[in-house]
């Protein structure tokens, strides 16, 4: 289960995030809805342990967030979030480094993976498109903006659960 608790992020005089308090339970789907600069983006940054929540906290079962519980969450960031001119094999290797995954170790299982999910062939492609995930295992996969392309200008929808 994932828990924000009074989670409040500022940058400089600017609050992001203001005392924001969910929980996303296994099995259940939860969306975040709001204007651009309401926070969505900065949520997930919270979550993904990308930013340090200024007051509040981050649980993953009951505990603390750490590294090794953000490994267990996918993320698919908002298209203009990607580099449009890498390849998809360049894509998936930056954000599992970002993880803290070893290149070598990568690079032996990203063949098997990209088969798996039907990219095969494709992994020199640009990442234009890309929908990226790091396994189909994942608990929980937060989508940035997931309906970016036909969303009302200015609004959009954000969830937490089963793809």
């Known amino acids: ?43 997930f940054r919270l979550i993904l342990q990308f930013l340090n929540a200024t007051e509040g906290e981050v649980r993953w079962e009951g505990k603390p967030i750490t590294q090794m519980d953000v490994n267990e969450i996918g993320y698919l960031p908002e298209e203009r979030g990607l580099y449009p001119t890498s390849t998809i094999e360049e894509q998936l290797l930056f954000f599992a480094e970002l993880k803290g995954y070893p290149r070598k170790q990568l690079k032996q299982e990203l063949d098997s993976w990209l088969e798996k999910t039907q990219v ?44």
């Open 1 to 43: 289960m994932l828990e924000l608790i009074q989670a409040t992020k500022h940058f400089g005089d600017k609050v992001a995030v203001d005392h924001l308090s969910l929980t996303a339970e296994p099995g259940k789907i939860l969306g975040l809805i709001g204007q651009n600069g309401a926070g969505k983006t900065t949520t």
């Open 120 to 163: 095969v062939g494709k992994k020199n492609r640009s990442s234009q498109k890309l929908i990226k995930r790091e396994s189909a295992e994942d608990p929980i996969t937060k989508h940035d903006h997931p309906s970016s392309e036909t969303a009302h200008p200015g609004r959009t929808f954000q969830w937490f659960g089963p793809c």
